[in-house]
């Protein structure tokens, strides 16, 4: 019987050795090492561009003039979804160095999604409402998924960062806990919004400090004093959705190199620490 068992684990050994490793004997425990993939979104004039633009070796894919005078690398202005799924396999299989890819905007790339799906979907309509119970937005949602999948390739194959960017926008949410309230959101069509959430290893909000001061005499409102401080805001609150992987604190400096070392754990109580790696 010792014989025999020794026999058929041995042959069992020869299969396995022949068929590769076991899924047990793939599990492994570290941190994934892949490049983050990054929605980042708040208001006009905030310095989305700039902050996700000051990596080392970072492209611009605008589909917006939202540059202004910033003097970076960037692709021609994606004017039509054409151009855009054609800059993506370029980069996919072109030959360059660049190690963070940040597009924006989304909310001006939504458009021309939308008009691919016009432009591809019959009986081909004016407007994507016209479909009818929402089934333009469920054409466009099937590319949506197309481009995010893309984005993943992308990081994967070139081992690039992905930082998206977009505009924010005032909606109702309707906490199942409480009464409805007003927050900012990603300004997107909620098909594709959720897909964007779900897809970003962060979903961060850009936004400023801002202190409270109550007058000290008569019955004068609160007012809200801005220090001038920028902030890249990386849990939910009540005022704005967002979200995070990495187990980033609740808010950081709104600076692309914080931003790296907070994702490496390299931050601490507000100061980025020396890496003992």
Not at 15 to 34: F, M, N, T
Not at 155 to 182: G, L
Not at 202 to 226: H, M, N, W, Y
Request: with cysteine; aromatic share 10%; proline share 5%.
């Amino acid at each position: 019987t010792t014989k025999n068992g020794c026999a058929s684990q041995k042959n069992l050994n020869q299969k396995k050795r022949r068929a590769g490793l076991s899924y047990l004997e793939k599990i492994v425990s570290e941190k994934s090492k892949k490049p983050p993939v990054v929605c980042i979104y708040g208001e006009g004039g905030i310095g989305k561009t700039t902050f996700a633009m000051s990596g080392e070796k970072a492209l611009l894919l605008p589909t917006e003039e939202g540059w202004g005078k910033l003097e970076v690398d960037r692709l021609p202005l994606v004017k039509t979804f054409d151009d855009y799924r054609e800059s993506i396999a370029e980069l996919k299989s072109g030959d360059h160095d660049y190690r963070i890819l940040t597009i924006d905007s989304l909310d001006w790339l939504e458009p021309l999604i939308w008009k691919e799906v016009l432009k591809t979907n019959k009986p081909n309509p004016e407007k994507i409402e016209d479909y009818g119970y929402g089934k333009g937005y469920m054409f466009a949602a099937d590319i949506w998924r197309s481009v995010l999948d893309d984005l993943k390739l992308l990081r994967d194959e070139r081992n690039m960062a992905i930082v998206t960017i977009a505009h924010q926008e005032v909606k109702p949410f309707h906490d199942p806990t409480s009464e409805p309230y007003d927050r900012y959101q990603i300004k997107l069509q909620k098909l594709a919004r959720a897909l964007v959430f779900e897809w970003a290893d962060a979903v961060l909000f850009c936004g400023r400090d801002v202190k409270t001061k109550r007058a000290e005499r008569g019955s004068q409102p609160v007012r809200g004093i801005s220090t001038g401080k920028r902030i890249l805001f990386c849990e939910a609150r009540p005022a704005f959705e967002a979200k995070n992987r990495f187990g980033l604190p609740a808010e950081i400096d709104m600076n692309w190199e914080t931003l790296v070392s907070a994702i490496k754990g390299d931050y601490k109580n507000g100061n980025v620490q020396q890496s003992t790696n």
